[in-house]
T-cell receptor
């Protein structure tokens, strides 16, 4: 099956710093990539949808200036958490989709972010 | 507003028996449903999906049933195996919405020997 990687798998940073998380589709070209976050014992919440070469579409309540998403190529999307605070600590998961509309999303392994 | 609900946070089943995981949704616009399996500290893995034009889809040991009138779907795993122990999420989407998935809260399945 299709493989999606994320880097890093975990990161600990100080409050006020910025952290970049990479999401790569390894064996297919991803038309669309999605970013989710998951708090402990809760569901995955969609943060934003990004299409290669265009601006990301953010879900209601997600600050686009805080969570910068770049989808520069068909195999790479990055999420940058700017000026991170402890409440940003979470499990961030990306997914990638090759085609359009209801095509299967393949998920990355996730990145555990801890902000001290 | 939780549009997709999995009311059982956990389920324990003996190996070899059937596991039934349930999911309810409130948004009648959803017309495509998926089940994902997730291990701790890993991303979800796609298991099986169903379109609203069907009421059943089968793939090996996994079968998903959809009852549109009740806004309810279920995942049956038979026979259950210890390797099936994981958290199962149902997800729903509306075709034409760029595949935005709305996830349920998950059910932790434990298959015992």
């Amino acid at each position: 099956g299709a493989v999606v990687s994320q880097h890093p798998s975990w990161v600990i940073c100080k409050s006020g710093t910025s952290v970049k998380i990479e999401c790569r589709s390894l064996d297919f070209q991803a038309t669309t990539m999605f970013w989710y976050r998951q708090f402990p014992k809760q569901s995955l919440m969609l943060m934003a949808t990004s299409n290669e070469g265009s601006k990301a579409t953010y879900e209601q309540g997600v600050e686009k200036d805080k969570f910068l998403i770049n989808h520069a190529s068909l195999t790479l999307s990055t999420l940058t958490v700017t000026s991170a605070h402890p409440e940003d600590s979470s499990f961030y998961i990306c997914s990638a989709q090759e085609g359009v509309v209801t095509d299967t999303q393949y998920f990355g392994p996730g990145t555990r972010l801890t902000v001290l | 507003d939780q549009q997709v609900k999995q009311n059982s946070p956990s389920l324990s089943v003996q190996e070899g028996r059937i596991s039934i995981l349930n999911c309810d949704y409130t948004n009648s616009m959803f017309d495509y449903f998926l089940w994902y399996k997730k291990y701790p500290a890993e991303g979800p893995t796609f298991l099986i999906s169903i379109s609203s034009i069907k009421d059943k889809n089968e793939d090996g040991r996994f079968t998903v049933f959809l009852n549109k009138s009740a806004k309810h779907l279920s995942l049956h795993i038979v026979p259950s195996q210890p390797g099936d122990s994981a958290v199962y999420f149902c997800a729903a989407t509306r075709t034409g919405t760029a595949s935005k998935l709305t996830f349920g809260t998950g059910t932790r399945l434990q298959v015992t020997l």
